[in-house]
T-cell receptor, first 113, second 113 residues
Framework: EAGVAQSPRYKIIEKRQSVAFWCNPI?????LYWYQQILGQGPKLLIQ????????DSQLPKDRFSAERLKGVDSTLKIQPAKLEDSAVYLC???????????FGPGTRLTVL | GEDVEQSLFLSVREGDSSVINCTYT??????LYWYKQEPGAGLQLLTY?????DMKQDQRLTVLLNKKDKHLSLRIADTQTGDSAIYFC?????????????FGSGTRLSIRP
């Protein structure tokens, strides 16, 4: 079974630029998560989708971050404009149902200069 | 991860047992998890324990849960070089909208020859 796919794996941008990350969850997984993992910290939930609807985006800095999952499958996370403190690994995860295991992708490492 | 606390580093000799400790704050957490993260990789679920259990054993892994003290530990028997990684303790938390996983900051396990 294919795992959660993310691209790109690495991205370097300058502050005030825009960036987008892509996630393809495991086939059939209704729930999709985006996490931000700053160096030396644990992952922090940014947004949770159930199919194509947002369930929880309370931790998403909505002035600069946006995410969508238009057809309930793939998802994109965008940062516009980026700040230095956005440097982190952005992890995507999916799960089949509530209570089942979350599977994580390899992450996208973002460096903002 | 501000509500789930772990020590940052642990160094053990190859063949010895490793014990990683964690404290959490939400007494209503239904599941508690241990995840492993190797360099450049996403998080991998190692094991989990349901909150009505005291102990769970899975091959070299033993999880102990003290619900009264909100203390969780992971013991790895016969630690090998392949066990070098960051280990994250996490708790499930449910609010009115959804369940989410709250991660600690991770314990980096290093193995001495």
């Amino acid at each position: 079974e294919a795992g959660v796919a993310q691209s790109p794996r690495y991205k370097i941008i300058e502050k005030r630029q825009s960036v987008a990350f892509w996630c393809n969850p495991i086939s059939g997984h209704a729930t999709l998560y985006w996490y931000q993992q700053i160096l030396g910290q644990g992952p922090k939930l940014l947004i949770q989708f159930q199919n194509n609807g947002v369930v929880d985006d309370s931790q998403l800095p909505k002035d600069r971050f946006s995410a969508e999952r238009l057809k309930g499958v793939d998802s994109t996370l965008k940062i516009q404009p980026a700040k230095l403190e956005d440097s982190a690994v952005y992890l995507c995860a999916s799960r089949l149902t509530q209570g089942s295991e979350q599977f994580f992708g390899p992450g996208t490492r973002l460096t903002v200069l | 991860g501000e509500d789930v606390e772990q020590s940052l580093f642990l160094s053990v000799r190859e063949g010895d047992s490793s014990v990683i400790n964690c404290t959490y704050t939400d007494s209503s957490s239904t599941y508690l998890y241990w995840y492993k993260q190797e360099p450049g990789a996403g998080l991998q679920l190692l094991t989990y324990i349901f909150s009505n259990m005291d102990m769970k054993q899975d091959q070299r892994l033993t999880v102990l849960l003290n619900k009264k003290d909100k203390h969780l530990s992971l013991r790895i028997a016969d630690t090998q070089t392949g066990d070098s990684a960051i280990y994250f303790c996490a708790e499930s938390r449910r609010d009115s909208s959804a369940s989410k996983i709250i991660f600690g900051s991770g314990t980096r396990l290093s193995i001495r020859p």
